[in-house]
């Protein structure tokens, strides 16, 4: 207590170089707050916008040169020349051990194939996509966007997009008719319409049940891949290597593999964000270290006094480190405050501009601890070249020429 009762007086008595150098360190602090909660909300909303509402991994039949019946994958062939992509048979079997992996969220199969909306002779492309709807919808959350009509795919229920129902004047329980490539058409009946925030999808994509597509594209027992979502999105491309693995003859895709210029962005900001971080606590390293080096000159005489009265080399050298703490656990509490109030700041900002806020800023409680516990880490070692210097001060040097 004592050495810490003097340290709070040496730096009572500085009072203007103390206040500096708090500012110092709070601005720091403030920055890096401010800094690295815009950044990781940043990067989460470009991979939420990117890859939120689609799969994580997909699962599709290797491609092979040859047509093989291995391990549930059937690759079949047209004369001696073999389809562009295999399909999964016996997929029930491969989703029940898929299910009981606890790091993924969603698995979802899906039959996929290509068809036209016709309506008046004129024919729109759609990808016809046959899944089992409440597993689909943990992906693409469906149900949350059905903009008129009812959340149903059983029998021949299709759900549609507002895009292509705009273009054909096209209603929740009205009819439309599909034409496969082969000439083969069908009627049925829109139960839903979707918005899926995207032109395209909202245009080209039609959702029915996965049994109707099997029976409408002559797939019984097959689908065209199973789609997978991820509890940690960055580990995608380890799970798809152990699910590849487990999974022999099958072709195991992640997002990563995709999305290489998306990733080669976020890893940009974030060495960004960690540059401009390492150069906020050099500074206030700095500033602290100095501020303390001035102290020492200025109360050596004091100092003197004090190991002239017996206080140790040890106990002297522990007063500068307490000021340090001192400074940064103060300075950081300061920092956090105006860190958040910077945040909130942005936020108001966005929303006067566009009504709502660009995108969610998370103020993460986890990563303002680690930052205030840098900032004591900082204090307490950026006071130990003053303390070792004041420690090493003789006491009848330093009276007499004081």
Do not use: C
Not at 62 to 83: E, M, V, Y
Not at 153 to 159: D, T
Not at 217 to 227: G, K
Not at 343 to 350: A, D, V
């Amino acid at each position: 207590m004592l050495e810490l009762k003097i340290g709070i007086r040496f730096l009572k008595e500085g009072r203007m170089q103390t206040i500096l150098i708090l500012l110092g360190i709070s601005a720091g602090v403030a920055v890096q707050v401010f800094l690295g909660s815009l950044i990781t909300s940043l990067q989460e909303d470009l991979i939420n916008r990117t890859i939120g509402t689609s799969p994580h991994i997909t699962i599709a039949g290797a491609k092979h040169g040859q047509a093989s019946l291995r391990d549930g994958i059937s690759i079949s062939t047209s004369g001696n020349i073999p389809l562009e992509r295999a399909r999964l048979r016996n997929y029930q079997q491969i989703v029940e051990q898929l299910d009981k992996n606890d790091s993924l969220t969603a698995v979802s199969p899906v039959v996929s194939g290509s068809g036209f909306v016709t309506k008046s002779g004129d024919n729109t492309p759609v990808t016809i996509r046959g899944v089992s709807i409440e597993r689909a919808d943990r992906i693409y959350d469906i149900k949350n966007r059905i903009s008129e009509g009812r959340f149903d795919v059983s029998g021949s229920n299709v759900l549609i997009g507002t895009s292509l129902a705009k273009e054909y004047g096209l209603e929740a329980g009205g009819s439309v008719t599909i034409r496969l490539p082969s000439g083969v058409s069908s009627d049925f009946i829109i139960s839903g319409i979707f918005d899926l925030e995207s032109e395209a999808l909202n245009e080209g994509l039609v959702f029915m049940d996965i049994k109707r597509a099997q029976s409408l594209f002559e797939s019984i027992n097959y689908v065209s891949q199973i789609e997978l979502q991820v509890k940690d999105v960055f580990a995608a491309d380890a799970i798809a290597l152990d699910i590849s693995a487990s999974l022999p003859d099958t072709s195991v895709n992640n997002w990563k593999d995709e999305n290489a210029s998306l990733l080669t962005a976020l890893r940009s900001q974030s060495s960004s964000s960690y540059t401009i971080q390492a150069f906020v606590v050099a500074a206030v390293a700095l500033g602290i270290s100095s501020v303390l080096a001035v102290s020492v000159v200025q109360k050596s005489k004091e100092i003197g006094i004090l190991k002239a009265m017996g206080m140790r080399p040890r106990s002297i050298a522990r007063v500068f480190l307490l000021q340090g703490a001192l400074l940064g656990t103060v300075g950081s509490a300061i920092g956090i405050v105006l860190g958040i109030i910077l945040i909130e700041g942005f936020i108001f900002g966005t929303s006067l501009q566009s009504g709502e806020p660009t995108f969610a800023i998370r103020i993460r409680p986890l990563a303002i601890t680690g930052i205030a516990a840098i900032a004591l880490v900082t204090g307490t070692l950026s006071a130990l070249i003053p303390a070792r210097r004041s420690a090493g001060l003789e006491p009848i040097e330093v009276i007499r020429n004081g």
